[in-house]
């Protein structure tokens, strides 16, 4: 019985080893053709050293695309609907926020560079204390992302680029699992941006991202103490370590929206701007209930 | 009292009104060939620079602590210390049409009561001797420096940011002062077209830049986990852009950016030096001994710009100008290469 027990692992290991040696390195090296196919017809524009001026390289996201694309195509399995909604140019990607790590905003990303046309770069805005994190800063920046500052969002969308926001920020992030698909308050910054840049909104909404990492609470005077800003607790996390960090293999269902395009004061009051948000917000909704309705199972 | 038509909402304080609607702000138009100009700190590499490139021009007369061996024929020179009363006489006998002020001390080898005298009071009295003399125009060579690299900087700071290096540099706030000095100068005085550059890092032969110092080192130290975007301009531009602003008369405070932007690390390589990563913790106790004992060029507080960008947006120059860097990255690079 114990010696059943000891050598299952051991079995499991062999036959994943098994499987992976059939199917997994021929995989691996056709996603690496298309990653490097796709990342030639990119739009951005780049200088003599492979940068745009925003630090993104082109050779550092080719690799960290090929680890987060196998998570795409083969842990949460994402299936995109209406990818071609995502309009050329400048963009402003609105979406829920959900699952205690970030992980549906590299999957939208992942959706708009593997299965856009042109494929696209989706430009983050980073929180201000990344640039402080020893090799953090240079993975977020040369990937794509940069400090969530109003100039640079504003300088990415008169280049052209696309940004993704998710307006509902940490209040979404760390909501707990009877709280999903409820989405939380949307702060206005990202109107006012759009407003004053002339950007097209492209509402989206991300099915599974919710139910990745069930959270059971958020213990804030921990996260005050430890200067996180919040420390959730979730069915495996922390009682299982590092290892309890790993999202469920939920599916992944991304829907992209009708690009939303407003007119407007970019300095109208609270009320002017939240009305258009709510818009947005409620656009949101509307796609996740459509999206949720039409789901069979949470794995696939 | 008149009522002027009101635009837009009611005005709260109609009393406030002014009797007369303001006079539009004085158009400034560019030099004319043949002015005079006074370039103070002739000889250093960016001064050298400029008179060349614009001694078609101007008639120039220049003003150093230090002689120039070979100067052109037609450039007179004044060798005289700015902070001693002479120097004022220099102004009285060439009474400029124009001024470029370029006499800053940036290194650290002085010590800072000396950097204070000449950076901040010598720029005070050469804007005071300028207005006497009825100077037209003035160009301040600044730099980008002065915004601080901070971990919270946008990419692409604009002239309106605030000038922030002091916060983690405090070393360099004599040249924040001066910027902010002559940006004092500029409102004051409208009739004076004024214009303040903020060149990016500059590379080159001619320039002996802090930055072109620290990339001749075989061994670059580096902070280790950090590799901030940093822009640089050839000083051939950098002089192109001082040309530009007196030919344009151009009334601002402008940033000047140069061909772009690389990793730092990027530009250590292409330079032709090795980046050696250190700890910051260890970088920043061993510069600060080494700095105090006279063996390292900069103090601790430079080590934000090995961490953290201070790149400008310098499209309002350009826009005003029509100034675009002639070099590229390649080309600036090459010019520091050993």
Redesign the interface.
Known sequence: MLEAVTSLPFAAAESLSTTAGGFLPDAIGQLRHEIDERMLRIPTRLNAYGYDPWGFHVDTTRRSTLVTSLLYRYWFRVETHGIDRLPPGRALLISNHAGQIALDAAMISLACFLEGEPPRIIRGMGEYWLPTVPWVNIIMVRTGSVVGTRKNCIDLLENEEAVIAFPEGIRGMNKLIWERYQLQEFGQGFMRLALETHTPIVPIAVVGSEEQAPGIANLRPLARLLRMPAFPVTLTWPWFGPLGMVPLPVKYHIYFGEPLQFEGNPSDEDEVIAEKVEQVKGRIATMLAEGLARRRSLFW | MARFPLEGPEQLFHFTQAATPPKPPRAHRGAEPGEKLLITGIAGGKGRLIARRVADFFQIAGVDRVPWQGAPHNVRLHVVDLRKRKFEDVFRTERPDALVHLAFVRHFRSDPEVRHEVNVLGTKKVLEYAIAQGVKRIVVVSSSYVYGAL????????EDYPLNVSRTYPEVRDLAEVDQLVTAFLWRHPEVATTILRPVNTLGYYTHSTIGHYLKQRYVPTI????P?VQFIHEEDVAEAVALALQTGAHGVFNVAG?????LK?AIR?TGGTAVSLP?SFARTAIGQLFRLGLYPTPPGAINFLK??CTI?GGRFARETGFSPLF???DTFASVRH
């Open positions: 971990p919270d900087n946008p990419y692409y700071v604009d280790m986990g950090f590799n975007m061909p772009g932007a690389v990793p990027v292409e910051e953290y960008p947006d590229s990255l390649e």
